[in-house]
Structures are given as structure tokens and as C-alpha cells.
């Protein structure tokens, strides 16, 4: 049912795209921005208090529906399941955007690839090259598709039922709408959203870079996961993006031109500098990786089944 669940939900998103910010997920913001209002006094009991009520309800709910569904039917739970990762997933929701700047940057059309980059990254670049745009489309295309797809994979096989893609999605969004990648005090109000995230991410962001590996130059994806990951700021990003950047044989992190000076982060990967070619072997990978993630699945099934 896993199997069946997750294929369904993909060929829904690719017919109709759920988006990144669909009613669901704009009601729960809305949750979280009043309970912030009540909770937030610098305190960061109050921190951990407001992320408890953010999740667990929403857990209890959905955990609830899908047992209750399952006693009347088994078909009606896989229903519920279908329908959870359409809301948590988000396959499209990252690719089109890929796609944009991928056939933008074929045709030579710069302002219209640096533009769809400031909306999609949300910050502003100063006029970054072909070479730095490629480069921080196949880093942002890497980082969506574990977040939007292989995380929640993983954690829709690792617990019961929708409450694993679900957990991951709150926690996601809570860890954006309240903590900061910035150094926090401890007693922020955010800090244990963040601390959170990591910890639920942790399992996901690993497997994706294993799967990375397998489907890419699995050699170099180690080499890199192991020599450079350490050095990114967020460590679960730098795994990501040092086995993609490995398996692809590109060259990733280095700093950027932005409003202000120069912003500097490491180097990720081997190989040659991003150009559009590899925009397009990022798809492959993704795509690969996506089909190895199938494949594993069917035979957890089968394996179900003669058991």
C-alpha cells in the first residue's frame, strides 16, 4: 500500500500541482503565527511549549483519520495516504521552476533566468553569470527535491501510516517561520524549532545522499559527503549538496555576489564549473534517484507479500 499510495500521490502532483504555499499549508502557518503571538516571551520553554501545540494536534488528527478510515476500509486509508503526500510533497512545485531557468539559459535570455532565480531563492543576487546561476539552480534543485520528495519518502516508510510525511512538512515549515540559520541564542523562541527540524532530518538527509550516490558517481558522492559536508554551514544541506555535487562531477558552494559584498561559502564538489549541461544531468540524477526509491519500495512490498 505504501508503494501504490506514493505513486498515486506523484501522478496527482504532476496533474495538478498542489503548490508551495496551497490553503492547508497557508491555515497552518496562520496557526503557527498566532501561537508565536502567545507564546513568544524570550523564553525557550515557551519555545518548545508553542512547537508541542503547533504538531501534535495536527499529528493526533491526522493519525486518528487514517485508523479510523483503515477499520472501515483499507482502500479509504490508502485514500488519506494519497492525499497526505499530495499536500506534503511537491515534485512540480520545484521542477517547473528548474525547467524555467534550464530553457532560459539555452536560449540566452539572462534577465529572465536571473529573475526567475530572485523569485525562486528569495534574495537578491547582483547580476550573477550563466555559471553562477546554473550553479545555484542545481543547488536549490538538489536541496527541493530532498525536501519535497526523497525526505518525505523516507519518513512516509519510516512511520505509521501519513504521520511521517506529515511531521516532516510541520517541522519544515516551523524551522523556516521561526528559527534562523543565523546563531541563536539558546533561549530564542526558535531555537527549538530548529534543533527540531534537524533532528527529524537527520535519518532523510542521509538517505538522500546515499541515494545521490547510487544513482550518480557513487566514489566521488563519498568522497565529497566525507571531506566537505562538514565545512557548509547547515550540516544536513552540506551532505546534500557535497554527494549531489560528487555524483554529478560539478563544482558547487564558492561565493556569491550579493546586495551588500561578497558572500562566502565553501567549495562543494569535484569536477568542472556548472554550466547548463549539468543543469540537465540534475534532472537525470533527481529522476534516477526517484526510480531507485521506487524500485527499493517494490521490493519492500514483494518482500511483504511472500513474508
Not at 517541522?171 to 534562523?180: I, K, P, T, V
Not at 532530518?201 to 562538514?230: H, K, L, M
Request: glycine letters at 8%.
Amino acid at each position: 500500500m505504501t508503494l501504490f499510495s506514493l505513486i498515486f500521490a506523484l501522478l496527482l502532483e504532476q496533474w495538478r500541482p498542489s503548490g508551495d504555499r496551497n490553503r492547508v499549508i497557508l491555515l497552518f502557518l496562520s496557526y503557527a503565527d498566532a501561537l508565536e503571538r502567545y507564546f513568544n516571551t524570550g523564553v525557550r520553554h515557551h519555545g518548545i511549549a508553542a512547537w508541542v501545540a503547533a504538531v501534535v494536534p495536527v499529528l493526533i488528527v491526522t493519525g486518528w483519520i487514517y485508523y479510523f478510515l483503515y477499520n472501515l476500509s483499507p482502500l479509504l486509508a490508502c485514500g488519506w495516504n494519497v492525499a497526505i503526500l499530495y499536500f506534503t510533497m511537491g515534485f512540480r512545485q520545484f521542477g517547473d521552476t528548474f525547467a524555467e531557468i534550464k530553457e532560459a539559459l539555452k536560449n540566452g535570455d539572462l534577465l529572465l533566468a536571473r529573475k526567475l532565480l530572485r523569485e525562486w531563492r528569495g534574495t537578491p543576487e547582483d547580476e550573477p553569470s550563466s555559471q553562477e546561476i546554473a550553479r545555484i539552480t542545481i543547488e536549490l534543485g538538489l536541496i527541493h527535491s530532498h525536501r519535497y520528495v526523497f525526505a518525505i519518502i523516507v519518513c512516509f516508510v519510516v512511520l505509521p501510516g501519513p504521520l511521517g510525511p506529515v511531521l516532516y512538512r510541520l517541522a519544515e515549515l516551523l524551522s523556516e517561520r521561526w528559527g534562523s540559520r543565523e546563531p541563536q541564542a539558546p533561549d530564542a523562541f526558535g531555537h527549538f524549532a530548529v534543533k527540531a527540524f534537524d533532528a527529524i532530518d537527520w535519518i532523510p538527509a542521509r538517505s538522500t545522499a546515499v541515494s545521490f550516490a547510487i544513482a550518480g558517481n557513487f566514489e566521488d558522492a563519498v568522497y565529497c559527503w566525507r571531506a566537505q559536508a562538514a565545512s557548509w554551514i547547515d550540516h544536513a544541506q552540506g551532505i546534500i549538496l557535497a554527494s549531489g555535487a560528487g555524483a554529478l562531477g560539478v563544482r558547487l558552494g564558492d561565493s556569491l555576489r550579493e546586495e551588500g559584498g561578497q558572500y562566502y561559502r565553501p567549495e562543494l564538489g569535484v569536477g568542472e564549473e556548472a554550466d547548463m549541461d549539468f543543469l540537465q544531468s540534475t534532472v537525470g540524477l533527481i529522476w534516477r534517484t526517484l526510480v531507485l526509491w521506487l524500485l527499493l519500495l517494490l521490493l519492500l512490498e514483494i518482500a511483504s507479500w511472500v513474508g
